[in-house]
């Protein structure tokens, strides 16, 4: 294959998808009534919103918005076991999953059943040693520590043989996961919005927010003080934004609650890690817990065991808080540096093996790659090239694979086609994981690859780009930007919302900043404002000074340098 004809070479201009005009009555209705732009109003119409009460509770969510948790099957056994457990002294253990979602939930159990005097423990299982979910390794652990109840979070909901063997050892199991369920494990209970016969109205909570449930109800059950379960709403943001989740509904609802509740948070753990990264008494937004804390407590997951996670989040010593917290620091960097060694590997075996005319997906595989970090390459692969993509870290004669898809495209659906080739797979529509023997490898890559040409189809070929509205730079002023702030918090099904600007005109020259970043100024009818295009300094060459037939794509956001504040437009696509 010759250099020119490389993959990564290949650049696909994004659709621009202009949302439809709304119904004009809904729209003036939400206008008028809510007393906001027409702009704000369309974008409401757009994010699902068909009458002004949802309308209002979407720009002012509030706690007295959340569901009664005792709607959720088998929420009542669950508490009862509980609060048996805490009235005899029993003693409790906590069970989690290695990743944000586990952790934050796993230290919110423990943090809301010592608050009620529990004698309470914890296990996150070892990524490399003993993979995802609940072992009957850990139910040893169990019964060696004399605990007689185990709730789970963020896993379980697969666990039919382990909860049968903890049945026989004498310890009960509580089960909240919210992941797909099949047939249920014989549990006490199990705390799932997603099993079939469950009335929970909003299915989509993560396993933390599924913790903050079952602690709401085993506080209001003998009406507790709400406060100490209140006070981890930090942790709830946290998991939620690391998990995306849509935040809409109760996600959206814990994590606007939540980011409030980190700026002045009491949690010594999250204390030290802000401070470390001085983000101490600072807005914050899904960004920072996206990219900056969570890849932090993710790193001792990913690069073994997460148990120093949960101590963080759940120890009352500012000291430990401290050297946990920079420990972190420290694996976040060994992390970084194998993510970018482990991804400069990757796009030369993707220039070297994949045919962009041929191939439509991409499967690759090394022993020198570490499983826990091909998740995150395999992301930033299928991302750069607009194509499946399969990472596999082979160990021995097996190896782990992470699998991500693109938008519109069902990977899990796909791999189920292919898992005569897999010892064990599992996922979703765009994440997956699976181990495979080494002498499936090639037979997978074949079949992978024909059963994604049959699926994918012409429209998946090409990003979109989903666009709010068409306004003009005129209209972008400080009560635009306060509204905009009301739809936050930003994520899945409530992305950031996008504008379209036409026919404005260039001013001065542009510069190429940071890898590849491109900076310039742009005038409509006056109105001069700046703007920074992240890693589309390929563009740069659309942007010639005086060129004044210009169309941009961009978010609107306040960008703050040197102490000065004001409004910045991010570029996501020019023509």
Known sequence: MTQQSSILDRRVEPRWDIAERPDQA???????ELKIPTVMAKILINRGIRDVPTGRDFLYPSLDHLIDPFLMADMHRAVARIWQALDSNEAIMVHGDYDVDGVTGTA??????KALGADVSFYIPHRLEEGYGISKGAIDICVKQGRTLLVSVDCGITAIEETRYANEQGVDVIITDHHQSGELPEAVAVINPKRPDCPYPFKELPGVALAFKLADAVYKNRSQDLGAVYKNLDLVALGCAADIVPLVDENRVLVTYGLGQMECTENPGLKALLSNL???????GTG????VLAPRINALGRMGSAMDAVTLLTT???EEADRISQMLEQQNLKRRQIDEQTLYEALEMVEQQVDPERDRAVVLSSDAWHPGVIGIVASRIAEKVHLPTVLIAMDGAQGKGSGRSIPGFDLYAALSRCQQHLAAFGGHKYAAGLTIDRDRIEPLREAFLA????MLQPEHMI???YIDDEISLGQIDARLMGLLRRFAPFGPQNMRPVMVSRGVEVVGASEIVGKNHIKFKVRQNGRVLDCIGFDLGHLDYRLAPGEANLDIAYMIEENEWRGRKGIQLRIKDLR
């Open 26 to 32: 809904l729209q003036e209705q939400i206008k008028r």
């Open 108 to 113: 919110l159990i423990v943090n809301t059943l």
């Open 278 to 284: 001085n983000l101490r008494n600072k807005r914050l």
């Open 288 to 291: 920072q817990l996206i990219f």
């Open 316 to 318: 009352s010593n500012l």
């Open 451 to 454: 059963t994604v040409g049959e």
């Open 463 to 465: 990003p979109q780009l």
